[in-house]
């Protein structure tokens, strides 16, 4: 039997969804963002080598969970009125005024989005750092931040690893074997780990192909 | 009656065959009616000044402000008509409060000052709205970028100053003010030359009635926030004033 409410209205707004893992950690020059690279509709993968390191500013980027539609729309608007703000300003804009931006499009548009964000990036003032902006449009500042579903597997690994002003070397294996675990244990994250390296001199990019990932215990 | 701009002066619409648009030009003329008001920017800070003239004994002091705050860290002083002055600053203050809304960080001088230029130019367009009849200077003091001094007049251009006065005896205290060495300046210094400019130089006692001086100040004593200059620094200016009155007689 037809059942106009179960079987038509909801399957139309199976929205895309980014089961995810992101990362992103301070370190002694900047941070270091990384994500996995799978973007789920259902149990369909739209896409397996999504890129969810979003660009906001030169040296500002966010990393996208939950809604792709949502983040995306909000992430681009962040991306104008910083814009527009730092042509007003004669200056590039801080990390906490692009965070601070994006917690105000969730908060206010709250009742209609689903999404979750790290705001994370380099300025001059304040160096390296990590926003974290859940679900209802809170933020708060933190050392390093885990998103998406497959970040629950990543808690105790993350408070046992994490050291303040690591080196790059360290930052990036910390994030790295974080996403590969992730992955591995996580349904909704899979593909490659894609990684960029924000400090002074701008931005590297970095990839990890499947292959190549770390096994840990399997052979 | 003829004047000037007869024929090309009823609407800001209308440009003259040598192109000036008269309406904007009499609501300069607005402005140089009022009392003087003046801002300087020294070391370590801008310092506001404003010759009030007492209309009455009945009215209580410290009403009828001229300057205003605009968020904590930035003050606006007018000259013109006071309403027209208290419009611009209730908007400047809502742009300041929007600002702070949306990036979390507070608003810097020269994003305000081009905001409230935009606003005042938008006056000077229509026939059905008349220009703002009121200059206003907005000053700042930041530890790193040190002090900051803008001047908009009814015309919307706004420029930066070391030194600046709006009002009624405006050439004759930028004459004075161009004397002073304002980069080796204190603001306490700043004070009482203030005081002696409005006092000796633009109020002239014959012809005016007694004069109220309002000043404040946004300088590294205050932290950076707009205060009122305290009574007790206005009332020793004064004293200072009277003081050098006497010496040279």
């Keep these: ?219 | 009656m003829s004047g000037i701009g007869t024929g090309y002066d009823l609407y800001p619409t209308t440009f003259s065959p040598d192109g000036r648009i008269f309406q904007v030009e009499y609501a300069h003329k607005a402005v140089e009616n009022s009392s003087t008001a003046i801002g300087l920017c020294c070391k370590d800070g801008v310092v506001f000044g404003v010759e009030k003239i007492i209309l009455s004994k009945m009215l209580v002091e410290g009403t009828n402000r001229r300057v205003f705050s605009v968020g904590e860290h930035i003050g606006i002083a007018t000259a013109g008509l006071t309403a027209d002055g208290r419009r611009i600053v209730q908007n400047a203050r809502q742009e300041a409060k929007n600002y702070e809304n949306f990036t979390s960080d507070i608003i810097p001088i020269h994003v305000l000052t081009e905001r409230l230029s935009i606003y005042v130019q938008v006056f000077t367009l229509y026939n059905y709205i008349r220009p703002f009849g009121c200059s206003l200077m907005i000053g700042s003091y930041d530890e790193e970028k040190g002090p900051s001094l803008y001047c908009i007049e009814p015309d919307s251009v706004a420029l930066g100053f070391y030194g600046c006065a709006i009002g009624k005896g405006k050439q004759e205290a930028k004459t004075e003010i161009s004397k002073l060495k304002l980069s080796e300046m204190t603001c306490k210094d700043a004070v009482k030359e203030i005081a002696k400019i409005l006092i000796k130089t633009v109020h002239d006692e014959t012809k005016e009635k007694e004069m109220e001086l309002e000043m404040s100040w946004i300088c590294k004593e205050t932290k950076g926030k707009h205060k009122l200059v305290p009574k007790k620094l206005i009332e020793e200016a004064v004293e200072w004033v009277k003081g050098q009155e006497n010496e040279e007689d």
């Excluded at chain 1, 301070?26 to 993968?45: C, H, K, L, P, Q």
């Excluded at chain 1, 979003?54 to 983040?71: E, F, K, M, N």
């Design chain 1, 1 to 219: 039997m037809f059942d106009l409410e179960k079987d038509f209205l909801y399957d139309l707004s199976k929205e895309v969804k980014t089961g995810t893992t992101v990362m992103a950690v301070t370190f002694e020059n900047g941070v270091i963002i990384a994500a996995d690279s799978r973007t789920s509709s259902g149990s369909y993968a739209v896409n397996r080598v999504t890129d969810k390191l979003t660009p906001v500013q030169d040296q500002i980027y966010c990393l996208r969970s939950g809604s792709a539609a949502d983040t995306q729309i909000i992430s681009s608007y962040v991306s104008y009125y910083t814009n527009m703000f730092s042509i007003e300003e004669g200056s590039q804009p801080t990390v906490k005024k692009a965070a601070h931006m994006f917690r105000e499009f969730l908060y206010q548009n709250k009742q209609y989005l689903h999404a979750a964000i790290i705001c994370a990036g380099w300025d001059p003032i304040e160096g390296g750092s990590v926003y974290s902006l859940p679900l209802g449009g809170s933020i708060v500042k933190q050392p390093f931040a885990t998103g998406g579903s497959g970040s629950t597997y990543l808690y105790g690994y993350c408070d046992m690893n994490f050291k303040e002003n690591m080196t790059e070397e360290e930052a990036e294996k910390f994030v790295t074997y974080g996403i590969t675990e992730a992955i591995a244990r996580d349904g909704g994250s899979g593909g490659i780990v894609r990684k960029a390296i924000i400090d002074k001199n701008g931005v590297r990019r970095k990839t990890v192909y499947g292959n190549k990932l770390k096994k840990f215990w399997e052979k």
